[in-house]
């Protein structure tokens, strides 16, 4: 017993010094997530205009959130944004970095392949404002890249006013928004692939078995824990997209391209409905937190089997 207790109080002593080295970490996430979300979560129970003393309302707001349909035009807008932050990367992402990885890299060289998922990830890495100003510019109506460009091949009956058509903005906000998520799914992709045991294609090939097969019945099977965590991760940034829309059309126009995080900040400061907009934001972050927990769970699952 006497030869035990030095060893369990040097790994005592281990464990406290390395809670030393998270109390810096813990204490930000506590006065920059933890206690603004209680403090926002308190103003939503309020009637509020951002001056003056709260008024309690209880329930009021969140009742009236349930029959606003401006904030559920916002959310099924929101649902369009997951298939272009979330679905359609994911999807594309996956078959360009295994067409990276299976083909240009073996092909051309492994520095030709980096160039390329360079060049694809490139929109994730540029300010989101600058590439807002940009595809405003490509997409304007008068003197647009896009429209001249279409004019100048002859396809001047397909010029349009790409962001302010309320039948078009929310549809090329989407498109927008797939150049800009495209990267981060390439890169994780093509980081799973790396760690795939060629053993496993090569005894498939040996099998007869040509690249969609080798693709659906190996590739796809090793890549589902980077799946989850792809869909997860882009599944909330789809969510809580505020940016891109901020720029480019303001959730115009007529509410077109509103989403629930641009719909709670137009009423938190520019309607001053606060206790409002902060309920409006309460209910974002616990819907984004329930699909993480779900995510992370589907994830542990895929890693176990």
């Not at 959130?65 to 594309?92: K, Q």
């Not at 997209?241 to 901020?246: D, E, K, T, W």
């Amino acid at each position: 017993m006497r030869r035990g207790s030095p060893a369990g109080s040097h790994a005592g002593s281990h464990a406290g010094s390395h809670a030393v080295f998270l109390l810096p970490g813990a204490l930000a996430f506590l006065a920059v997530v933890i206690v603004p979300f209680l403090m926002n979560t308190a103003v939503g129970f309020t009637d509020w205009q951002g001056v003056g003393r709260p008024e309690w309302s209880g329930l009021d707001n969140y009742r009236e959130l349930a029959h606003d349909s401006a904030f559920w035009a916002s959310f099924r807008h929101s649902l369009f944004m997951v298939v272009a932050m979330a679905a359609i990367p994911t999807a594309l992402g996956l078959v360009l970095a295994a067409a990276l990885f299976d083909y240009i890299g073996k092909h051309f060289g492994s520095k030709i392949a980096a160039v390329l998922r360079a060049c694809f990830y490139l929109p994730q890495v540029l300010p989101v404002a600058v590439a807002g100003i940009v595809w405003s510019w490509i997409l304007a109506p008068d003197g647009g890249t896009l429209n001249a460009l279409l004019k100048a091949i002859g396809l001047g009956a397909w010029q349009q006013d790409w962001l302010g058509d309320p039948d078009l903005a929310l549809y090329t906000v989407m498109a927008v928004l797939v150049w800009v998520q495209l990267g981060f799914p390439l890169v994780v992709f093509m980081a799973g692939l790396g760690r795939i045991d060629p053993h496993l294609h090569e005894a498939a090939e040996l099998d007869g078995a040509g690249w969609w097969r080798r693709f659906r019945h190996v590739t796809l099977p090793q890549l589902r824990p980077e799946t989850y965590v792809v869909l997860t991760w882009c599944t909330i940034a789809a969510l809580k997209v505020f940016g891109a829309v901020y720029v480019l059309t303001k959730g115009g126009p007529g509410g077109a391209t509103d989403v629930p995080s641009y719909f709670s900040f137009t009423t938190f400061f520019e309607k001053t409905q606060v206790g409002y907009g902060a309920a409006v934001s309460t209910v974002l972050t616990v819907i984004i937190l329930a699909l993480a927990v779900l995510g992370l769970k589907l994830q542990n699952r895929a890693e176990d089997i």
